[in-house]
Structures are given as structure tokens and as C-alpha cells.
């Protein structure tokens, strides 16, 4: 079987303490192949965008199994 990448998504999660809940943020279309730093990268610069505090990053990636 080869596996193939089709796509993968970024889920940022916040805390929102004053209503007690969990925010998740979806970004989409991120390329192949991202590395660790990129996201921090990109986390970091989302952190000073917003005024809840970060809690966790989660890249979800979509591959496709084929024949050989």
C-alpha cells in the first residue's frame, strides 16, 4: 500500500477562564510536511492577537491509502 498526503488542518485550543469553557480555533490548508517550529512560529504570533491564554496545539493530517 503507498500511502499518500492528502491534507492537513491546525486546531488551536484556548482557555477561556472567566466562562469556564474551551475554545478551539480551526486553521486550514497548512502545507506538507510542517515542523514543530513553524507551528510555535504561528502560534506565537496568533497568541498576541488574542487575549486567552493558549493552551494547546494539535496539527491533523489526512493521508489516503492506494494500491500498489
Do not use: C
Not at 490548508?29 to 496545539?57: C, R, W, Y
Amino acid at each position: 500500500m503507498i500511502k499518500q498526503w492528502e491534507e492537513a488542518n491546525l486546531e488551536l485550543y484556548f482557555n477561556d477562564f472567566e466562562n469556564e469553557k474551551e475554545i478551539k480555533q480551526n486553521f486550514n490548508n497548512l502545507k506538507e510536511d510542517v515542523t514543530p517550529e513553524q507551528v510555535g512560529a504561528f502560534q506565537d504570533a496568533i497568541s498576541g492577537l488574542v487575549d486567552l491564554p493558549e493552551m494547546h496545539a494539535i496539527v491533523v493530517e489526512k493521508h489516503r491509502y492506494l494500491k500498489a
